[in-house]
Nanobody, 121 residues
Framework: QVQLVESGGGLVQAGGSLRLSCTAS????????MRWYRQAPGKQRELVAV???????NYADSVKGRFTISRDNAKNTVVLQMNSLKPEDTGVYYC???????????????WGQGTQVTVSS
């Protein structure tokens, strides 16, 4: 079984910073892209940032210049550093990854349980 476990959410004032971390554990053969999504109350889940296995990154326009995604392949971990936070960044942040449990299996998508980020004005 594969698990993605997030940590690092919390309450912060506008202009502050938070660091989210997500670690994949279990039977893992290979990990492809790792992503962070968020879902605000009453809104659809949206992609915030993605990083490929080779380190290519892409961000939602709303977070460019403020958020940085990085990964440690040796630790199966992806980190989202969030700076200059705004109230509109509030939501539940989910880690997502495409990975293979063995060389004989195809790619599957896995999700973490989510971590709450609340930015007060």
């Amino acid at each position: 079984q594969v698990q993605l476990v997030e940590s690092g959410g919390g309450l912060v004032q506008a202009g502050g910073s938070l660091r989210l971390s997500c670690t994949a554990s279990g039977r893992i053969f290979s990990i492809n892209a790792m992503r962070w999504y968020r879902q605000a109350p009453g809104k659809q889940r949206e992609l915030v940032a993605v990083i490929t296995s080779g380190g290519f990154t892409n961000y939602a326009d709303s977070v460019k210049g403020r958020f940085t995604i990085s990964r440690d392949n040796a630790k199966n971990t992806v980190v989202l550093q969030m700076n200059s936070l705004k109230p509109e960044d509030t939501g539940v942040y989910y880690c997502n990854s495409d990975l293979r449990s063995s060389a004989n299996l195809g790619w599957s998508a896995y999700w973490g349980q989510g971590t709450q980020v609340t930015v007060s004005s």
